[in-house]
């Protein structure tokens, strides 16, 4: 049986759309016949292995602390990459920093597994990777169900950690901008990651006078998750970036029609105006406007619900979406 050394930053079970694509690989790997042993930077390289896939997210460790002097020389080296830290919104010093690392780190690589063309192509410019590659997009999960697209309020879901990338503060602003709409906004995800973006958030809804208008309900777990799905109208997360972003098509799998920000990956999925929306977070009246036009438009909005949930269905399932890959481990090994 082939062993593979999975190496992640800190638990492969954190709540985030990164690790939830690794749980997915690991259990498709599994099934493949492949062991999987999951470790952290510190931990790695102790035991003996055929392959190592390292989550690029440990990149800071592998430059400053030197682990890949840990790694057993002989055995290919996979990296697993979300999105670069250098397409984050981060001061310039900070950017040129992570930069330099995710450089180090890229050029350390036998291969790498990026979840979108998106990724790629900001690997292969910023970060410097020559590499083989593969583009594996996440997969669909179960089949949610299509909206009744029922009378108003709006009902607007944002589903995403409370972390300034994802541009929550955006959308209260947006929200401030519609006095004449009713909606209300439900924000789930968790509010510990950034205690201060957490309190900067509740200090704008206040100082927004949305309080009657907002829920922070903190992670939603699978079936609280769900449950969330069936009853919204609008998934927005107008993020700086997202490397491919897991959220929107699993939103578009209930027929919710999701709203992101344009950089990164969610273009790959999202065609703006016809199963979503596309936008530069900072454009809070631009949002405002969509989020108008759908309101006042009950006959669009079913369009566009109907063409998201076609969306979803016509993505490929995890098993499927990671099989090229699977192949190409088996080469390495």
């Known amino acids: ?160 950690n409370l972390i300034p990338r994802k541009g929550l503060h955006y959308l209260l602003a947006a929200m401030a901008m519609l006095p004449d709409i009713p909606c209300t906004l439900t924000i789930a995800g968790s509010d510990t990651v950034n205690p201060a973006y957490t309190r900067k958030i509740r200090l704008l809804i206040q100082r927004y006078g949305l309080e009657e208008r907002t829920a922070m309900i903190g992670f939603a777990e699978d079936d609280e998750k769900e449950r969330l799905l069936k009853k919204a109208d609008l998934m927005i997360m107008p993020s700086f970036h997202e490397g491919y972003g897991i959220a929107y098509i699993e939103a578009m799998g209930y027929g919710v029609i999701p709203i992101a920000g344009i950089s990164g990956g969610a273009g790959e999925i999202i065609r703006h105006e016809e199963n979503g929306f596309l936008l530069k977070p900072e454009r809070c009246g631009e949002l405002a406007d969509i989020i108008r036009r759908i309101y006042h438009n009950p006959d669009w909005k079913r369009c566009l619900s109907e063409q998201a949930y076609k969306s979803w269905f016509s993505h490929p399932p995890w098993e499927v979406t990671f099989q090229p890959l699977i192949s190409a481990l088996e080469e390495l090994i």
């Open 1 to 160: 049986m082939p062993l593979i050394e999975f190496i992640v930053y800190g638990s492969v079970h954190q709540k985030s759309g990164g690790y939830y694509y690794d749980r997915e690989l690991i259990q498709v790997l599994k099934h493949h016949g492949f062991g999987v042993s999951v470790t952290t930077p510190a931990d790695s390289g102790g035991s003996k292995t055929d392959l190592y896939i390292i989550d690029e997210l440990c990149h800071p460790d592998f430059f400053r602390k030197r682990h890949f002097r840990r790694l057993q020389p002989s055995v290919p080296v996979v990296g697993m990459v979300h999105h670069l830290a250098a397409d984050e919104n981060l001061p310039p010093a900070l950017l040129l920093k992570h930069l330099l690392m995710e450089r180090k780190f890229f050029s350390a690589l036998n291969f790498a597994v990026f979840n979108s063309r998106s990724t790629e192509s900001s690997a292969r410019g910023k970060g410097g990777y020559r590499g083989p590659s593969l583009v594996c997009v996440p997969g669909r999960s179960s089949a949610g169900e299509t909206k009744n697209n029922g009378e108003a309020p709006l009902s607007l879901l944002f589903l995403g």
